[in-house]
């Protein structure tokens, strides 16, 4: 029976793609994948490349980075509508995410929409903080240790009160809010324990430890994460 995948393609680097995540997309009919402008490749797409069959069906769509909720939903439920036609057309169709499809996905916006239309199943992928802790040697939490992930788009005081009560905290999407971010590092004394990574995994790897130099003027690549450590390794 004709099912819709959610597969995660890692952080970047197409070694880290499960193997049952490249078995199915060696397999599918049809492939979705993301842009966040129109008319630019996506990058999930370029890390899945080397598990693709020649002559598949792609089609890559366009989900709106803004803020209007109303917005994104236009345009997730006219996917998610093509998207079920293109399953009980009887094609197997998968929809590739960066990192691992749970985790600030727009593919959970998309399942919650066809789960109950049509057969889905969701395939895990490796997410950017967890390579990023790897490539540091840096364990994400020990024993009793707490972590918090979350976006830099969160308010100051969601974000003051995670780097209060954990051990290890990480903020994604850090590129154009440093604004927020930086004076809170500071005013807590945690900018010497704060771990920088840009395009983890990739030949474009940026790594800095300490942000001192770093200001709310820095310019920063936009898949830029930050590990807060109050213990480091």
Known sequence: MAKFYGIGVGPGDSELVTIKASRLLEDLDILYTPEAKKGSKSFALGIAEPYLKEHLEIKQRHFPMVRS?????????????????????GKNV????????????????????????????????????????????????????????????????????????????????????????????????????????SNSSTDKQQTLLGLEGITPETKLPYFTTLLVKKKIF
């Not at 917005?71 to 036609?85: F, L």
């Not at 916006?109 to 490796?126: N, R, V």
């Open 69 to 89: 909720n109303s917005t994104k939903e236009v345009q997730w439920q006219a996917i998610s509508a093509e998207i079920a036609e293109d399953v009980k057309s």
């Open 94 to 197: 998968g929809f590739i995410t960066l990192g691992d499809p749970m985790v600030y996905s727009t593919y959970s916006y998309l399942l919650a929409l066809l789960e109950k239309e049509i057969d889905c199943q969701t395939i895990p992928g490796i997410t950017s903080f967890c390579s990023m802790a790897s490539e540091l040697g840096q364990p994400l939490t020990m024993d009793e240790e707490s972590l918090a992930v979350m976006p830099a788009t969160a308010s100051a005081e969601k974000i003051e009160a995670a780097l209060e009560l954990h051990d290890s905290i990480v903020l994604m999407k850090v590129a154009n809010h440093l604004d927020t971010v930086l004076p809170l590092l500071e005013k807590l004394g945690l900018l010497q324990q704060t771990f920088m990574v």
